[in-house]
């Protein structure tokens, strides 16, 4: 069948048409999709969290690790505003708690030693508070044995028992590999929240703790839905 120029010409008006439509609709959707992103108040890749470039292997998708350092204040002001949203949640979620370490800091390298003691003992959790409030608010300096003897004096804790963890095998290991366990996570500022190995965010990003937790709480729905 012969197809006449006119027909043929009409016909691919009607296609060019019909693209510049199609294109409209695509470019109308993808406006609106960021519309209602923006109005929903999801918190934006790339700005307000990342990505892990190596997601953390092995780690439970409901996972939340926090690398913070004793002497950080921005640490302290997001300890007790994510103790209370781990606490709300349901089940509650345990925050896998990371001493922030590099090898050539002695004093982030003894306060990870203060923290493994506290932990091996049971009380990081607990002593949390009162040593950010030892070190921050009262300018005590707990990088020595001596010194977090001192204070476990006046915290009514087990000396003999602090005194034997404090220089344990167990506490020695631990914080021999703090600073690959922090590199692991990727982590070069404090502190910084991790959910599921996968994806990190911190107040140096958002500013205040309050956007922090709020930034978390979407991350950890975020990552348990998936």
């Known amino acids: 069948m012969r197809v006449s120029a006119a027909y043929a010409e009409t016909q691919s008006a009607k296609v060019s048409a019909m693209k510049q439509k199609i ?8 406006v609106l999709t960021c519309l209602l ?3 929903s108040g999801e ?12 997601p953390v292997s092995g780690v439970p998708a409901r996972e939340v690790a926090e690398l913070f350092w004793y002497d950080c204040p921005h640490s302290y002001e997001l300890e007790k505003p994510l103790e209370d949203w781990a606490a709300r949640q349901s089940p509650p979620v345990k ?6 370490t590099w090898e050539d800091q002695p004093d982030m390298v003894a306060y990870a030693r203060l923290f493994y003691t506290l932990d091996r003992l049971g009380l990081a959790e607990k002593e949390a508070i009162p040593v950010f409030q030892a070190v921050r608010d009262e300018g005590k300096d707990l990088t020595t044995e001596r010194n ?15 005194r034997h963890a404090y220089t ?6 631990a914080v021999k590999a703090a600073p690959a ?6 982590v070069n500022e404090m502190p910084t929240v991790v959910v599921a190995g996968r994806y990190r965010t911190t107040p140096m990003l958002l500013g205040s703790a309050a956007k922090t937790i709020s930034v978390l709480d979407h991350l950890y729905r975020t990552a348990a839905r998936h």
Do not use: C, N
Not at 48 to 54: P, S, T, V
Not at 95 to 100: K, L
């Open 181 to 186: 366990l922090r590199e692991r996570y990727q």
């Open 95 to 100: 925050v896998v708690r990371i001493p922030a």
């Open 43 to 54: 918190p934006k890749e790339g700005t307000e969290y990342f990505r892990l470039k190596h």
């Open 168 to 173: 344990s095998k167990e506490v020695d290991d």
């Open 37 to 39: 992103g923006a109005a």
């Open 23 to 30: 294109m409209r609709l695509f470019a109308l959707s993808t």
């Open 148 to 162: 977090v003897v001192r204070w476990a004096v006046r915290q009514g804790l087990d000396v003999a028992a602090v």
